[in-house]
């Protein structure tokens, strides 16, 4: 990455974006826990957008917050991806709800992805998450988790 591909911005938290970059990013609910089913519906939403407006490595969707490893597309921005991931699950949500309003908190956390070594130590934290959280004991089988090894970046 050159430095010149980097562009910082900030609202509440700061946000660094460079061309071809893989992030790791946390967005959280608004208020509470999602049930199993908005987990579903959440997870669900992140899988189909994998390959059209990103590549997806990971994704973990636990009670109140979303952990992904992703790369966008070169024609959609990280900001982007995120309204559109955002806005459609908290769309099939709240269908699922019979309510209308915010499912996400408005921003979300995101760290640029700089080497193997931190790729591997994001891809550990999501996956040890729901063990930590006493969700379940074998991380591998936690309904909310994905891992994509085919979009396995080799840095």
């Known amino acids: 990455m050159l430095i010149s591909?980097?562009?910082i911005t900030r609202r509440h938290l700061p946000h660094w974006t460079a061309r071809d970059a893989t992030y790791f990013v946390t967005f959280?609910?608004?208020t509470g826990e999602l049930t199993v089913k908005e987990q579903e519906i959440s997870l669900e939403c992140i899988k189909r957008g994998d390959g059209i407006y990103y590549a997806l490595i990971a994704a973990i969707v636990m009670p109140d917050h979303v952990h992904l490893?992703?790369?966008p597309h070169k024609e959609y921005s990280l900001s982007r991806v995120m309204k559109g991931l955002k806005g459609v699950s908290a769309h099939e949500i709240n269908a699922l709800?019979?309510?209308a309003g915010h499912v996400w908190q408005d921003e979300s956390y995101d760290r640029i992805?700089?080497?193997q070594a931190s790729l591997?130590?994001?891809?550990n934290y999501m996956l040890l998450n729901p063990v930590k959280k006493g969700l379940c004991d074998d991380p591998w089988r936690y309904a909310g988790w994905f891992c994509n090894l085919e979009e396995f970046p080799l840095m």
């Not at 591997?120 to 891809?123: D, K, N, Q, S």
Request: with cysteine; proline share 0%; aromatic share 6%.
């Open 5 to 7: 591909d980097l562009h």
């Open 97 to 99: 709800r019979a309510c």
């Open 28 to 30: 959280r609910t608004k």
């Open 113 to 115: 992805v700089r080497n």
């Open 69 to 71: 490893l992703l790369t």
């Open 120 to 123: 591997l130590r994001f891809l």
